[in-house]
Nanobody
Framework: QVQLVESGGGSVQAGGSLRLSCAVS????????MAWFRQAPGKEREGVAH???????THADSVKGRFTISRDNGKMTLYLQMNSLKPEDTAMYYC?????????????????????WGQGTQVTVSS
């Protein structure tokens, strides 16, 4: 059983920063494709940033230049550094992982392509 535990969420003012962490319980973590998703009330879950098992990264246009995804395989931890936060970034943030993505891709926008999920951590940005 793979467990993902997020931390680092909180309430900040616009322009502030937060760093989210996701600790993974499985020693095979280094082989996983990882991602951060977020979901605001009344909206669908959306992909924020993705990272391959080789360290390739991609970020949603809405966060590009402000958020950075990274991973530390030795610590089995995924990170999301969030700078210049905006009120529209307010959401529950989820860490996701999977061993394989259909089509041989290294990332996917679709939540259903990720097998393991954390419980989420709330990020609230006030204006």
């Amino acid at each position: 059983q793979v467990q993902l535990v997020e931390s680092g969420g909180g309430s900040v003012q616009a322009g502030g920063s937060l760093r989210l962490s996701c600790a993974v319980s499985r020693y095979t973590y280094s082989t996983y494709f990882m991602a951060w998703f977020r979901q605001a009330p009344g909206k669908e879950r959306e992909g924020v940033a993705h990272i391959s098992n080789a360290g390739l990264t991609t970020h949603a246009d809405s966060v590009k230049g402000r958020f950075t995804i990274s991973r530390d395989n030795g610590k089995m931890t995924l990170y999301l550094q969030m700078n210049s936060l905006k009120p529209e970034d307010t959401a529950m943030y989820y860490c996701a992982a999977t061993e394989k993505i259909p089509g041989g891709r290294w990332w996917s926008r679709m939540p259903y392509d990720y097998k393991y999920w954390g419980q989420g951590t709330q990020v609230t940005v006030s204006s």
